[in-house]
């Protein structure tokens, strides 16, 4: 099949990238020119872990295209995903203007019939304005042609987009009509074969499963936050109380993990926008705004257990804090709504000097504190808690686990490390001479042998 993928994001470029490798003819368009100009030139604009291997591999093989030409890439190609941004508007609402440009780019160029997917997160009904946007257009320009919209929401995760890509724990499908139905499971039928995973809906269904898979994913994070706060004050170890629940198996053991927040491109604007839908539809999203608001409590949790340290030694101001892991999670390099900025610009706003780390997003990071002074962007972890009086983990890359502690203890001014994902063992860390502060981890437990 001949298709076409616009936004060369995250998504767009995942998603071309796997269909391609799964045989089809891919042209993934964006309007970011200099984005499409590297991709042409072989540089990745993102990372995620084995894109750059595929996309170069079927580039090579003529599977995978690149372009800005909307005119030629609509004519040609049969199907066309829609993978653009749906970030937030001021009153929580998902912002669809990204999506209205692209529907109308598509019409301006229909040539024929396609049948056009979205796969952007967006507002229950987004796809029926689609449709209205495109027959607008259409009858505007005294063309009559036929097309169809389906909705594909897309569940991959940023840092194992490439599996989840290849290996979908489900395909869900919204459609109203049968032409729409047997083009997406041709589509998808190299991705369907060991088992059927193609869930089959009407599209405000579809629509809505999307925002409600990441509600469901941040309630959990939110609630463990909440077990979190409480095992603390109680002096239980939440870290006990994890694998306690996640052994049921009505419960399981993913999102359980308490930390610094949940971040990202995805969580914290679809909570907001589905909070939005229901307010415009007379529900009162208690438990979605409950969940936000712990999230945003939990973002601030780090600075307050930082500054709370320092209290007794001047505080915070002139105080170096070593900050291991910027992106919202490992393996990306995507910092959008990652609690690290969250830490930085409190710790900046009380007078503390930083000496930041991460393995992929130091680019992204220098990009958002470029105008800042108090910053060093450091080339190592170590090189980081070099001078430091404090570390303060925050992405739980695999590369930070098992370093030689001796010797960083050894440079570091206050001996303490503010551990946001509960990474490390706190009696180890105690043993090793660290002060120890995890995410509802008890103090008491720092005196345990
Ligand atoms: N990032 C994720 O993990 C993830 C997961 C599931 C769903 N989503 C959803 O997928 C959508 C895209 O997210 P992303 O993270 O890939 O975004 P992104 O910002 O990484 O990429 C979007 C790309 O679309 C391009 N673009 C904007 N307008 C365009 C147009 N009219 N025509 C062609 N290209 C255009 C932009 O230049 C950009 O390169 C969002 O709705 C998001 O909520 C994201």
């Known amino acids: 099949m001949k298709i076409l993928i616009l936004g060369t994001g995250y998504v767009g470029l995942v998603t071309g990238a796997c269909f391609s490798e799964m045989g089809h003819l891919?042209?993934?368009?964006?309007?970011?020119?200099?984005?499409?100009?590297?991709?042409?030139?072989?540089?990745?604009?993102?990372?995620?872990?084995?894109?750059?291997?595929i996309v170069k591999r079927n580039k090579k093989n003529k599977r995978?295209?690149?372009?800005?030409?909307?005119?030629?890439?609509?004519?040609?190609?049969?199907?066309?995903?829609?993978?653009?941004?749906?970030?937030?508007?001021?009153?929580?609402?998902?912002?669809?203007?990204?999506?209205?440009?692209?529907?109308?780019?598509?019409?301006?160029?229909?040539?024929e019939y396609k049948l056009i997917i979205n796969k952007s997160t967006a507002q229950v009904g987004t796809l029926f304005e689609v449709r209205e946007i495109i027959k607008k257009e259409l009858t505007s320009l005294n063309k009559e042609i036929n097309f169809d919209v389906?909705?594909?929401?897309?569940?991959?995760?940023?840092?194992?987009?490439?599996?989840?890509?290849?290996?979908?724990?489900?395909?869900?499908?919204?459609?109203?009509?049968?032409?729409?139905?047997?083009?997406?499971y041709d589509i998808?039928?190299?991705?369907?074969?060991?088992?059927?995973k193609i869930i089959t809906m009407d599209i405000l269904s579809s629509e809505m499963t999307k925002?409600?898979?990441?509600a469901m994913l941040a309630t959990r994070i939110s609630f463990m936050n909440e077990i979190a706060t409480i095992c603390k004050k109680i002096n239980a170890n939440v870290?006990?109380?994890?694998?306690?629940?996640?052994?049921?198996?009505?419960i399981g053991y993913s999102f359980l993990y308490p930390g610094v927040g949940y971040g990202g491109s995805c969580f914290p604007k679809d909570l907001k926008a589905l909070a939005y839908i229901a307010k415009k539809n007379n529900?009162?999203?208690?438990?979605?705004?409950?969940?936000?608001?712990?999230?945003?409590?939990?973002?601030?949790y780090l600075s307050k257990n930082i500054e709370n340290y320092f209290k007794n030694t001047g505080g915070v101001k002139d105080?170096?804090?070593?900050?291991?892991?910027?992106?919202?999670?490992?393996?990306?390099?995507?910092?959008?709504?990652?609690?690290?900025?969250?830490?930085?610009?409190?710790?900046l706003k009380k007078g503390a000097t930083l000496r930041v780390f991460d393995p992929v997003a130091m680019d992204n990071i220098k990009k958002y504190f470029d105008k800042e002074k108090n910053i060093s962007f450091c080339e190592s972890e170590i090189e980081a808690a070099n001078g430091s009086h404090a570390i303060a983990l925050l992405t739980e890359w695999k590369q930070f686990r098992l370093l030689d502690f001796k010797s960083i203890l050894k440079n570091l001014k206050h001996k303490v490390i503010f551990d946001g994902r509960n990474q490390y063992h706190p009696i180890k860390m105690k043993n090793l001479g660290f002060n120890y502060i995890g995410i509802g981890v008890p103090d008491q437990i720092q005196n345990e042998k």
């Open 26 to 53: 891919v042209t993934c368009l964006d309007i970011d020119e200099d984005k499409i100009n590297k991709l042409n030139d072989g540089i990745i604009p993102i990372y995620e872990p084995g894109l750059e291997e």
């Open 188 to 196: 998808y039928s190299a991705f369907n074969i060991r088992k059927d």
């Open 211 to 214: 925002y409600a898979a990441n």
């Open 283 to 300: 529900v009162n999203p208690k438990l979605l705004n409950a969940v936000e608001e712990i999230n945003n409590d939990q973002k601030k």
């Open 64 to 111: 995978l295209q690149f372009t800005t030409d909307y005119k030629k890439a609509v004519e040609k190609n049969d199907a066309i995903f829609i993978c653009v941004p749906t970030p937030s508007n001021d009153d929580g609402s998902c912002n669809l203007s990204f999506i209205k440009k692209a529907a109308i780019s598509i019409a301006k160029n229909l040539n």
């Open 150 to 184: 389906a909705s594909n929401p897309e569940f991959l995760k940023e840092g194992c987009a490439i599996t989840d890509c290849m290996k979908p724990d489900r395909i869900v499908i919204g459609i109203d009509s049968d032409k729409a139905k047997n083009i997406l």
């Open 239 to 250: 870290n006990n109380v994890r694998k306690g629940i996640g052994s049921d198996s009505r």
């Open 319 to 347: 105080k170096t804090i070593a900050i291991w892991g910027l992106s919202f999670k490992p393996d990306t390099d995507d910092i959008r709504e990652a609690p690290s900025l969250n830490l930085i610009k409190d710790l």
